[in-house]
Structures are given as C-alpha cells and as structure tokens.
C-alpha cells in the first residue's frame, strides 16, 4: 500500500468521528466547527477532535456515581451522629435572598450548607505555607494531599520532607497530583524516592499513559485540597512550588494568591471531594471510619462547598456563578487570572451593569499564558460598552480566584472564570454566605485595586485594528485554552 492510499485509508476511518460529533449534542456551532476540522485537515482534525473534542468521562463518570451513592449513605450517617439539625439551624441563618443559590448547588452537587466554622482568607503564599506546615506538624491520624501543581523543588522538598517525617510517625498520607500539571513531579523518580520510602505511594490523576484515551490530556485535575484529621482543610488557588513566593520574583514583582483556611464541618466536605477523586484515580474507597469523624464547631461561618467536572453531567459551578450574578442587587465583584467567558456568563454581567449593579471585573495585566490573556480580553469591549469596569492587576502575576457579591456571598476556589474550568477541569469552590467574610474578602479586592489601573472605554475600544485581531484570532480557541 503506497502512502497516498495509507492516509486515504485514514482519513476515510477518521470521518467515522462525524456520527460522534452529531451525537454529542454540543451548540450547533460547536458541532459545525468540529466537523468542518475532521473533514477539512485530513487526519490531523481527528486528532484535535480526540484530544480537544471530548469535555465528559462517561464510563468513569458511571462508575463514580456508585461510589457517590456510597458516599451520601455515609455522609447521612454521620450528619444523623454528630449533626442532625445543624444543616437546618445553617439554612435557618444563612441570608434569605441566596437560598435559590444553596439549593441549586444542594441538588446539582453534593453538599449542603454547614454553619459553625472558622474561615481564614489567606492572600500571602509564604504564610499560607507556614499554616499548612504547623496543621501537618499536628497531625495525628491522616493528612490527605491533592494538587493541581507540586514542583520538585525547594518548596516541594520542603513538604515533602514534611510529609515523610508524619508518616514515619504514623499517620496515614494519601497523595495525589496532576498528571499534567505536576509533570516535572512524575518525572522526578529521585523526588519520589523520598515518599516511597516513607512509605507513602503519590498517586497520579488522569495519567497520559493510557493510548486509548488521549481526551486524558485537556481533562485535569485543577483542584488544590489539603485536609488534616478530619478538622482542617485548605482550599483556594495556591499550588506547592518556588514560583509562587513573593521572595522568587523579581523585586516589586508579587504573585498573588488567595487561599482558605476553613477549621469545622465544612472541612468535612472537602474531605469528601479528596475521597472522590482519589477513588477515581485508584478504585480504592476511604470509607473507614477515621475519614469521618464528628467535627467540632469552630466558629460562626456557613459554609458550602461546590465541587464540579467532566464526570458530572452538569456544570454545577458555572452555574452558580450565573445565578450569583443573577440575583445581585448591589454589587458583583470578580477577580480571576483568566477570563474566558462563554455568552451565557458574558450577558449575565452586561445586563448587571445595565440595571445598575456594581460590576467590577479584576485580571491580571501581566499573564503566565500570553494566547489565555489575548482570547479574554477579546470579550471586554461588550462589557464595557455595558458599563462593566475592568481593572488590571500592574503589582506582579494575578492568580487568586474570588467573587463577592452585594456583600453577603463570596466564592473562593480553584475554579477560573473561563470555560475550561467550567467544563473541563476538576474544580472546587468554597461558598461562604454571610457578610463577615464577605466584608473582609471586599477589603482584599479594594486594595488589590490600587495596585492597578481601570481601562478606560473610549480609548481601549479605539485600539489598533492589529490587536483586535490577534485577540479575536486568539478567542477562536478559546473552549480549549
């Protein structure tokens, strides 16, 4: 056979995609976009479909719903134990007007809210990890680790290390990371060495190995969750490595992160989410009984916690934010590293602006993912056309994920404004309803907006002809950036 008729061969087998594509019921103009590229770049539009078309794991995704109902039979239990009116008394305090809000997320992911915890809005990597280390440090019984990014650096050394010293004391570690994300970590078999042989086997998510799932590769794991006994759990967008310390960069350079540190029951359900995913990636279920042990309460906040991804059917935190947005009356604060929104999100805060909400939309000047930052800013001219006020971040690199909204509901996760992590990522947000937290968190976002500068409508939408292209170029990719 000559290698003409070889790639005909090819081609004619990747046309086979076209039923998968119909079927898939995406937007229409999704579904054209991806069969003009099978049928228009031979062979190679097959492979971008293989890798780039898919945003759901089906079998995995069955297979987690079993061990979901699992888990909501244990999680019942206990709440009957340790906490039978405690869900009702949190529903009972929590502000009124976000109700529908509680109770989307309620039914679409797995949590209600709780009431009774400690929140701490952590905005310093360096003090962030000086807290991480002093919970790891009061270990007893387990510490369980999941991350987007864990370098194997200094920064990782230092966990690491940390992490060993526990568990040659005898508590339970269990690991997991990104395949992706922490590639130079899976790598590093000599960084590894020192978990193996604290007895401690790191577990990747999502692995590339696999050949007949190369989809594997645009679906990650972009969750940061550490929880410690049962009692601590940490959340938010900061990752393990050099890079993210204010003292690494260059001077007058920040890095801008906002973690949480949450003490009481909603550590629980973080713990839950880890339980989840770690199942997923090993088929091992932490049911045990020392998983789940009752949690003090701490403190006055309630608290919710939304986990969503592509084993889910529904997009539970993209959601939540349009309905957040929505709803407000006064004020929708967001900040996010990248924004890519799709038109549903996009004409949700234009109609905010229009009816008189604040609308203030927080990025960075600067960004880690030059193609990211020109596909977002592609979107800003309807927003401001709309009265929606864009600030960029000029102090250093922006990667804190937050929204507060009429100063009563703030958001702070993993989760970006943009549609990879609406559809393609794990994700998971931290709901907080109440305007304590939310007080501080706007506190937070006023004076990250003296470290910027607003964009001026007249003069951004008069932008040279060349950078709207690039950008509008760059915006054609944007499902898969």
């Known amino acids: 056979m000559s290698a003409f008729q070889s790639l005909w061969l090819l081609y004619l087998i990747s046309l086979l995609l076209i039923p998968v594509v119909i079927t898939k019921k995406d937007k229409p103009v ?26 759901r794991i089906t079998n995995r995704g069955r297979k987690k719903l079993t061990s979901n109902a699992i888990l909501r ?30 109770k989307l997320c309620q039914q679409l992911s797995l949590f209600d809210v ?30 369980n680790v999941e991350y987007y990014i864990f370098r194997p650096d200094k920064t990782g050394r230092r966990f690491r290390d940390l992490l ?24 590093d078999r000599t960084f ?32 940061k969750i550490l929880v410690i006994d049962n009692q601590i759990g940490f959340t938010g967008s900061l ?48 049911l045990s009984p020392q998983y789940f042990k009752p949690v003090d309460a701490c403190g006055k906040e309630i608290v919710q916690v939304v986990a969503s991804g ?45 009816r008189g909400v604040d609308v203030r939309l927080l990025v960075p000047a600067r960004s880690d993912h030059t193609l990211v930052s020109y596909a977002g800013r592609s979107y800003y001219d309807n927003l401001l056309r709309n009265y929606v006020r864009i600030y960029e971040y000029k102090r250093g690199y922006l990667h804190a994920k937050m929204m507060i909204v009429d100063g009563k509901f703030t958001v702070i996760g993993s989760a970006n404004v943009d549609i990879r992590s609406f559809s393609y990522n794990f ?29 001026v409508a007249e003069s951004y939408l008069n932008r040279p002809a060349y950078i709207r292209f690039s950008e509008n170029f760059c915006r054609l990719f944007s499902p898969v950036l």
Request: a negative charge.
């Open 30 to 55: 999704t579904s054209v976009a991806w069969l003009l590229t099978i049928v228009f770049l031979p062979v190679v539009g097959a492979v971008i479909f293989l890798i780039f078309g898919t945003d």
């Open 73 to 102: 039979i244990r999680l019942r239990e206990i709440e009957e134990e340790w906490a039978p009116n405690k869900a009702q008394m949190a529903r009972n305090e929590m502000p009124k007007e976000l109700e529908t809000i509680r």
């Open 114 to 143: 709780v009431g009774y915890n400690q929140v701490d809005i952590l905005v310093d990597a360096e003090d962030t990890y000086l807290k991480i280390e002093e919970a790891i440090e009061a270990a007893t019984e387990h510490i």
């Open 164 to 187: 060993a010293n526990k568990a040659k004391q005898g508590v339970k570690i269990n690991f997991l990371y990104d395949a992706i994300g922490s590639y130079k970590l899976g790598w």
């Open 192 to 223: 590894l060495q020192g978990f193996w042989e604290a007895g401690i086997e790191p577990k990747e998510f999502l692995p590339l190995r696999t050949f007949f799932r190369p989809w594997n590769m645009n679906l990650r794991n972009h969750r």
């Open 239 to 286: 990752n393990i490595g050099d890079d993210f310390l204010a003292k690494n960069q260059p001077k007058g350079v920040n890095w801008r992160e906002t973690h949480l540190m949450i003490r009481g029951p909603a550590a629980a359900q973080l713990q839950w989410v880890f339980c989840e995913d770690w199942y997923f990636a090993t088929d091992e279920e932490l």
């Open 310 to 354: 592509p084993d889910e059917s529904e997009e539970v935190i993209h959601k939540a934010v349009i309905m957040a947005v929505n709803q407000a009356r006064n004020s929708v604060y967001i900040t996010s590293p990248y924004f890519i929104p799709d038109q549903a999100l996009s004409l949700s805060l234009e109609m905010a602006a229009m």
């Open 427 to 455: 994700e998971v947000n931290v709901q907080i309803y109440g305007d304590s937290i939310a007080n501080r968190a706007k506190k937070i976002f006023f004076r990250d907006l003296e470290n910027s500068r607003e964009l």
